[in-house]
Each structure stands twice: as C-alpha cells, then as structure tokens.
T-cell receptor, first 110, second 115 residues
Framework: KNEVEQSPQNLTAQEGEFITINCSYSVGISALHWLQQHPGGGIVSLFMLSSGKKKHGRLIATINIQEKHSSLHITASHPRDSAVYICAVRSETSGSRLTFGEGTQLTVNP | DTGVSQDPRHKITKRGQNVTFRCDPISEHNRLYWYRQTLGQGPEFLTYFQNEAQLEKSRLLSDRFSAERPKGSFSTLEIQRTEQGDSAMYLC?????????????FGPGTRLTVL
C-alpha cells in the first residue's frame, strides 16, 4: 500500500461543475502539498498545508490531520483546469523528501 | 516559469550510453532535489542536496546514477550505461530551508527516452 493514496484516478467534469479530489496518507506529516502538472511535465505548486484550509481563487485545499486526509476543491471548473493534480507529503521522519500520490487526471469539458 | 531551469528538456539516447542532466535552482535556494517520474505515476524521490552536501539518496539511485552540486548552485545528474527502464521524466526542485520548512519549486523536467 502506498503511503499516499489519491482518488479518483481519473475525473471528467463539465465546465462549471464543482470538483473534489481526495488524498489520504498513512504517515505522520509536517506538510502536505497539492501540485498541478500539465502535459509536457512542468509541476506547479498550488498549496502547502499543515493544518486547516487555504483558498486561492477558485481553488480550496483542506486538511484533517487527525484523519490523515486532504481534499482539493475546484469551484466553477473550466477547461483550462484540465491537468494532473498530485498530492505529496513531507513526513515527520523523512527529512525534506516528498512522497507523492499517483495523481488525478482531471478533464473539464466545455 | 518557477525560476528553476533544467537542461536539456528532452534527451533521446541509445541503451548503454551515458547522459547528464543539469538543474539550475532559484539562486538563493539552498536545497535542491531530484525526482523521477515514469508515465502515469507520481514522481519518486531520488536524492537531495543542502548546499553542496548530498544529504540523502533513495534506494532507486543505483550505482549507475550519480549527482553532484559542486558549488552549491547548479546540480548535475548523470546516468551511466543507460537502460530502457531509465526512460522517465527527471524533475528537479529547489527550496529555501531554514528554521521552518518551505515549499519546493519544480523545474520543467528533462524527459529521457532510452532506445
């Protein structure tokens, strides 16, 4: 079992829909990242969380440390949101390395 | 553009050849990380540097792989005697770490194809 599990693996939505991507992890962490990866490979950091909730534009990230679970929400989704969304954690014992989930491929259709 | 650059962006090589990739981090960042990502998977940690010191290496980093950061600025990742299983995206990231942990900024990656 991977230390970081994401669901769903693939998600197709219509423009305007509210989207949720989930991340569960099995280790104690000091930080959790949500990352966005477009075709071609470049990774952009969306959020870094250690508790609570963060919001940036149409994106909201939440984390529940007790339940070892985080969610990424996209409100009013748009085709330009189509990308792979990756959850990554920095565990309490792993130094600075990140451990990544396998990613969620999001496709938003017009 | 995150400020982290990688060169080359694409590399096609024949099995058995050596390849070297370069990463230039954000200039004031003291930590530099290498990750590998195969198709359809999330990235996996390879190694990281604090300034010029290589502090941690993954078991994924076989004897054919070597990484350096000689002056604490840019880094190189060399793969000797490449194998088809080395085909992947090689990602570099950097961060400024001090008393608290700061986020990592990723480069665009180098896509390696071994024929």
């Amino acid at each position: 079992k991977n230390e970081v599990e994401q669901s769903p693996q693939n998600l197709t939505a219509q423009e305007g829909e509210f989207i949720t991507i989930n991340c569960s992890y099995s280790v104690g962490i000091s930080a959790l990242h949500w990352l966005q990866q477009h075709p071609g490979g470049g990774i952009v950091s969306l959020f870094m969380l250690s508790s609570g909730k963060k919001k940036h534009g149409r994106l909201i990230a939440t984390i529940n440390i007790q339940e070892k679970h985080s969610s990424l929400h996209i409100t009013a989704s748009h085709p330009r949101d189509s990308a792979v969304y990756i959850c990554a954690v920095r565990s309490e014992t792993s130094g600075s390395r990140l451990t990544f989930g396998e990613g969620t491929q999001l496709t938003v259709n017009p | 553009d995150t400020g982290v650059s990688q060169d080359p962006r694409h590399k096609i090589t024949k099995r058995g050849q050596n390849v070297t990739f370069r990463c230039d981090p954000i200039s004031e960042h003291n930590r530099l990380y290498w990750y590998r990502q195969t198709l359809g998977q999330g990235p996996e940690f390879l190694t990281y540097f604090q300034n010029e010191a290589q502090l941690e290496k993954s078991r994924l980093l076989s004897d054919r792989f070597s990484a350096e950061r000689p002056k604490g600025s840019f880094s190189t990742l060399e793969i000797q005697r490449t194998e088809q299983g080395d085909s992947a995206m090689y990602l570099c990231a950097s961060s400024l770490d001090g008393p608290s942990y700061n986020e990592q900024f990723f480069g665009p990656g180098t896509r390696l194809t071994v024929l």
